[in-house]
C-alpha cells in the first residue's frame, strides 16, 4: 500500500515508449508547441530531470513521425453489458453502447482531446449574435451502409427523437433548451433556441446525438467508420471498416465489442493477450499492469466524481453544519494516494476540476482534512450518527466511505454504511436516501457540469439545493465572452457550491483503461473511458 | 407401473413450473426498480419513465402481465426482452447452445473419472490411494469456483500462456480451437463437480458393502472386485445417479460464476443479467429452461434407480 504512482523506481532510465498515453500526449504536445510550460509540466508529471524529458520530446517527436498502419483488428472488452445492450443511441447509457455508437454512427460535431467542438457530419456551425439560433451545415456526399444518401431530414428525424412528449430519450433534459428544429435547405439545419447557449455546439457531441436514418431506431446502419457485422445484446458485436467512408476513415480492418464483468478476469484476459482493450482498471490492478510489457495503462485527468450527496431538504443534510463536518471529515490526500493510488486528484467540494480547463476556480482554498473542525461542526450540529448509502458506483468509493467511518469514529461520530448493489440503485436510493453516493461521467462543459447537478430545479439536482444566484449565473455565464468576467462567474458559482451545497467531493478518478503496448494514436479525450470512446476510427497498431 | 409412474411425475413436473414461474414473477417484482429505470438509469425522468413504461406494457397491473406471459408461453411464444428488444427466442438459442455444449463436455469427462474414481477408492478402501483421493475430494470442495478458476487463469494463462484466458467464442472455431477456448472453464467444472460425485460413489458402495448380503459373499470366497461391480454398485446406483443429476443440473443452471470469469456466454449468466435490468420475460424463460432441466434429469434418475433395483418397483 506504500507504493507511488507512476512508481519511482522505474524513473531512472524512463524512455518514451514507457508513458502512459496521456504522458505521451503532453510530451506531444511539448514538441509541437515547444513551449517550455508544456516541457515543465510533463517533467512534473513524470517526475523526471531536464535531461530525461529532453529525450522523451525526441521520442515523442519520432512517434510522431510514424504514420499509422493500416490494418489488423482489435477486441475491446468493457465492464458491464447485458441484455440491455442498445443500438438505440436515444437509449445509450453504457461504455459499451458508446462504443459501438462510436464505431457504427457519427453525431453532428465530435470532441477533440481538448473538448473543443469540431465538424463532423456538420461541415460548420455557426449561431447568431446571441447564441440563441444555431445553423448546421450538413456534409454532402455522405451515405448510410446500406448505400442511402444522408442529408437534413435524417439529421432532423434524429434530433427531434430526443424532445417531444413522447420521447424517452435519455438526453430529453439536457437538449431541452432546443424548441425546434428547421430544415433550411437539403443540407442545413437550423436550431431555435428558448435563450442563449453557447454550448450547443459541444452537446451535438454527446454519445446519444447519433445521427440515424429517417425513420429506424439505429438498428446498426450509421454512416460511421465501421460496419456491423454482427450483435448479439449482452455477448459481442463484431464491427468491418466501411470501405465507403467520407472521410479517410480506420486504420484497423475491423473490431469487437464485448465486456467481461469481472474486474480480476478483464485484466488478466488484458493481460494474456486474448483481449486488448480493457475498460475501467481498479487502482489494485495497476502494479499487474505495470509488472509486464505487453500492456499499458491509459490514466486520463477527469472530473470523475467521487460524490457524497447529504440531500438538502431533509435530515440530517438540511443542516449546514452536518455538511460541513462531512466535509471536514474527508482525508482527501489519502484517498487520492492511497485508495486512487495516485490516478485521481484533490475535489475541493465542487464538481468542477483541472479537466475542465479555464473554467476551473484554482483560486478557491483548498478544503483540508481537519477532524477538529468536523467534530465542532457536527457537535454544532447536535448529530451524532447518521447512515450512508454506498454502491461501488465508480472505483474507490466504498473504500473512502470506510475511510470515512473509521475518521468519524476517532471523533466519536457514529457514520453507518449500508452497502447497496448498483442494480436499482438509480431508481431506488440516488436522490432518494437523504445521504448516498454519485458519481457523473465528465460533463464536456464547466456550464453542463454544474447545470445538471446544481441547477435550480434541474431534474438530477442530486442533492436537492436549490439556489438563486446559481440559477442566474448559469444562465449569465453562456453569453459572457470576456474571459476574466467569464472566470469570476464560474469561480463564485463553485464557491456557491463549495460553501452551500449538501454535495461532498473529496476526489476526482482519473479515467484508468488498459491498452495493448502496441496500439498507437489512442485519444485521450476525457468525457469517458478509453478516450471518450473515441478509439475505432484514430488506433492503429504497430 | 412404471408408465403409469412417469405420466404422473411428469404432470407433477408441470405444476411445479407453474409454481416457480409465479414465484419468479412475484420475486422479480419486489425488487427495487423496473426495467425502464433500469434502462434509463441515472438519466431518468418522470416524463421518459412513463413513456418508456406506456412502450414496455409496464403500466398494466401485474397480474394482467403475468397471465398474459403466461398465455404466450403456452402457445410456445417467449415474448420480447423488454430491456433490448430482441427476441426472448433469439437471445436464448445461441446461449443453451454454448450452455449444452459446456455442460456436456463436463460430463463426458467428470462421470466417467468420478465414477471409476469412486470404484477404485471404494475397492481399495484405507490405501494411500484411497486417502489421496479422500484428501483431495475434500479440499476441492471446500475451494470455492471462483479461486479455482482464478488460479487456473493466473497459472494456465497469464503465466504459461497455454491457454486462453477467457472462454470468447468469434463463433468459426474449428474443433481443436473450440476444445482450447473452453478448455478452462471446463477444468475449472469438471475439478468442481467430480469430487461431490466420487465421494458419492465410495460412499454409496462402502455403505451396501456393510450389508448381510455382502458379508455371505465375502463368506462364499468371491473376489472384492466382483462383489462390487455385481453386487453393490447395482444396489447402491440409486444415490449415484441422483447425485449425477444434480451436478447435471447444476452444469446447466449453476455455473454463473465460472460464466462470468471466462465470460462465456451461458445461460446461467443471462438469467442473472435478466435478474439485474429486470428484464421479467427473460427471468421467466430462463427459469423454466432450468426447473425444466430438474424436473427431467431427477426423473431418469429416479427411472434408473427403479430399474438398477427391482425392489423400488413394488413399493409396499
Known amino acids: ?542 | 407401473m412404471m408408465t403409469q409412474m412417469v405420466l404422473r411425475r411428469i404432470g407433477i413436473g408441470f405444476v411445479t413450473l407453474l409454481v416457480v414461474s409465479l414465484i419468479v414473477f412475484m420475486g422479480t417484482s419486489i425488487l427495487p426498480g423496473d426495467v425502464a429505470q433500469i434502462i434509463l438509469g441515472q438519466s431518468a425522468t418522470e416524463e421518459t419513465l412513463a413513456v418508456l413504461r406506456a412502450e414496455l406494457g409496464l403500466d398494466q397491473p401485474g397480474y394482467v402481465r403475468y397471465f398474459s406471459w403466461l398465455g404466450n408461453m403456452v402457445s410456445g411464444d417467449l415474448g420480447t426482452s423488454k430491456a433490448g428488444g430482441a427476441s426472448i427466442s433469439s437471445l436464448i438459442d445461441s446461449r443453451l447452445g454454448n450452455t449444452m455444449k459446456m455442460a456436456g463436455l463436463v460430463a463426458l469427462i467428470s462421470i466417467p473419472f468420478s465414477v471409476s474414481l469412486g470404484l477404485y477408492a471404494a475397492m481399495h478402501p484405507g490405501t494411500w490411494l484411497d486417502r489421496s483421493v479422500t484428501f483431495m475430494t475434500l479440499s476441492t470442495i471446500s475451494v470455492p469456483e471462483f479461486f479455482i478458476a482464478t488460479l487456473l487463469v493466473l497459472i494456465l494463462a497469464v503465466e504459461l500462456h497455454w491457454l486462453p484466458s477467457t472462454a470468447y467464442l468469434s463463433g468459426n472455431e474449428s474443433g481443436v480451437q473450440l476444445l482450447k477456448a473452453l478448455a478452462m472453464p471446463i477444468l475449472t467444472l469438471v475439478i468442481v463437480v467430480s469430487a461431490q460425485m466420487i465421494r458419492m460413489t465410495r460412499a454409496g458402495i462402502l455403505n451396501v458393502m456393510s450389508s448381510p448380503y455382502i458379508e455371505m459373499a465375502i463368506l462364499k470366497g468371491v473376489p472384492r472386485r466382483r462383489i462390487i461391480l455385481r453386487h453393490a454398485l447395482l444396489n447402491a446406483i440409486g444415490p449415484i445417479v441422483n447425485v449425477i443429476a444434480l451436478n447435471l443440473a447444476y452444469l446447466v443452471s449453476g455455473v454463473v460464476i465460472v460464466e462470468t470469469i471466462f465470460a462465456y456466454p451461458g445461460l446461467a449468466k443471462l438469467m442473472i443479467d435478466g435478474v439485474q435490468t429486470r428484464d421479467l420475460p427473460l427471468v421467466q424463460a430462463c427459469a423454466m429452461i432450468f426447473c425444466g432441466t430438474y424436473v427431467i434429469l431427477i426423473l431418469i434418475a429416479d427411472v434408473a434407480s427403479i430399474l438398477a433395483n427391482p425392489r423400488l418397483r413394488h413399493p409396499k
Request: proline share 5%; hydrophobic share 40%; charged share 25%.
Open chain 1, 1 to 542: 500500500m506504500t507504493e507511488e504512482f507512476p512508481p519511482k523506481a522505474k524513473q531512472a532510465e524512463i524512455k518514451f515508449s514507457d508513458l502512459t498515453p496521456y504522458d505521451k500526449a503532453l510530451a506531444e504536445k511539448a514538441v509541437k508547441s515547444k513551449s517550455r510550460r508544456d516541457m515543465l509540466k510533463l517533467m512534473a508529471v513524470t517526475g523526471v530531470t531536464a535531461a530525461t524529458a529532453q529525450n522523451l520530446i525526441s521520442g515523442a517527436g519520432k512517434a510522431m513521425a510514424e504514420t499509422p498502419k493500416k490494418g489488423g483488428s482489435v477486441r475491446m472488452a468493457s465492464n458491464l453489458h447485458g441484455p440491455d445492450d442498445q443500438l438505440d443511441p436515444a437509449l445509450f447509457t453504457s461504455t459499451i453502447d458508446y462504443t459501438r455508437g462510436r464505431a457504427t454512427y457519427n453525431s453532428l460535431i465530435q470532441h477533440a482531446d481538448d473538448l473543443s467542438p469540431q465538424p463532423e457530419l456538420a461541415e460548420s456551425f455557426e449561431s447568431n449574435d446571441d447564441a440563441s439560433v444555431w445553423n448546421f451545415k450538413i456534409r454532402k456526399g455522405v451515405t448510410f451502409h446500406d448505400g442511402s444518401k444522408m442529408n437534413a431530414d435524417d439529421v432532423i428525424y434524429s434530433m427531434n427523437r430526443h424532445k417531444g412528449e413522447d420521447s424517452k430519450s435519455v438526453i430529453k433534459s439536457v437538449l431541452a433548451s432546443i424548441v425546434e428544429w428547421k430544415k433550411v435547405g437539403e443540407y442545413e439545419v437550423q436550431a431555435v433556441l428558448d435563450g442563449s447557449n453557447a454550448d450547443i455546439p459541444v452537446l451535438m457531441g454527446l454519445f446519444q446525438t447519433k445521427i440515424i436514418k429517417n425513420g429506424t431506431t439505429g438498428e446498426g446502419n450509421g454512416t460511421g467508420p465501421f460496419k456491423m457485422d454482427s450483435f448479439e445484446p449482452g455477448v459481442k458485436s463484431v464491427h468491418s471498416r466501411n470501405e465507403d467512408y467520407w472521410r479517410e476513415g480506420a486504420n484497423l480492418d475491423g473490431c469487437e465489442i464485448t465486456a467481461i464483468t469481472d474486474p480480476v478476469a478483464r485484466v488478466n484476459a488484458l493481460i494474456a493477450g486474448d483481449m486488448q482493450m480493457a475498460t475501467v482498471i481498479e487502482p489494485k490492478a495497476f502494479r499487474q499492469i505495470e509488472a509486464v510489457d505487453n500492456v499499458k495503462l491509459l490514466s486520463t485527468p477527469a472530473a470523475l466524481q467521487l460524490g457524497i450527496c447529504c440531500l438538502k431538504n431533509t435530515a440530517p443534510g438540511e443542516n449546514d453544519d452536518f455538511v460541513k463536518g462531512m466535509q471536514y471529515i474527508q482525508d482527501r490526500e489519502r484517498i487520492v494516494n492511497k485508495i486512487l493510488r495516485g490516478a485521481g486528484s484533490l475535489g475541493n467540494d465542487t464538481p468542477i476540476s483541472a479537466a475542465h480547463g479555464a473554467d476551473f476556480c484554482s483560486e478557491l482554498p483548498q478544503r483540508a482534512y481537519d477532524p477538529e473542525k468536523a467534530k465542532f461542526h457536527f457537535e454544532k450540529a447536535g448529530i451524532k450518527s447518521a447512515e450512508l448509502f454506498v454502491a461501488p458506483v465508480t472505483a474507490g468509493i466504498e473504500d473512502t466511505a470506510l475511510l470515512m467511518q473509521a475518521n468519524c469514529a476517532k471523533i466519536g461520530f457514529d457514520l453507518q454504511i449500508k452497502k447497496v448493489p448498483t442494480d436499482g440503485y438509480w431508481g431506488a436510493v440516488w436522490m432518494n436516501e437523504p445521504l448516498n453516493v454519485v458519481t457523473w461521467n465528465m460533463r464536456p462543459t464547466a456550464n453542463s457540469q454544474l447545470a445538471i447537478q446544481f441547477g435550480p430545479g434541474a431534474k438530477w439536482n442530486d442533492t436537492y439545493w436549490n439556489n438563486d444566484r446559481m440559477g442566474e449565473l448559469l444562465k449569465a455565464s453562456l453569453s459572457a465572452t470576456d474571459p476574466a468576467e467569464r472566470h469570476a462567474m464560474y469561480c463564485e458559482m463553485q464557491t456557491l457550491v463549495h460553501e452551500g451545497s449538501g454535495m461532498v467531493i473529496p476526489a476526482f478518478s482519473n479515467i484508468n483503461d488498459g491498452i495493448a503496448a502496441n496500439i498507437m494514436g489512442m485519444p485521450t479525450v476525457p468525457l469517458g473511458q478509453l478516450g471518450a470512446c473515441e478509439w475505432p476510427e484514430r488506433i492503429w497498431l504497430a
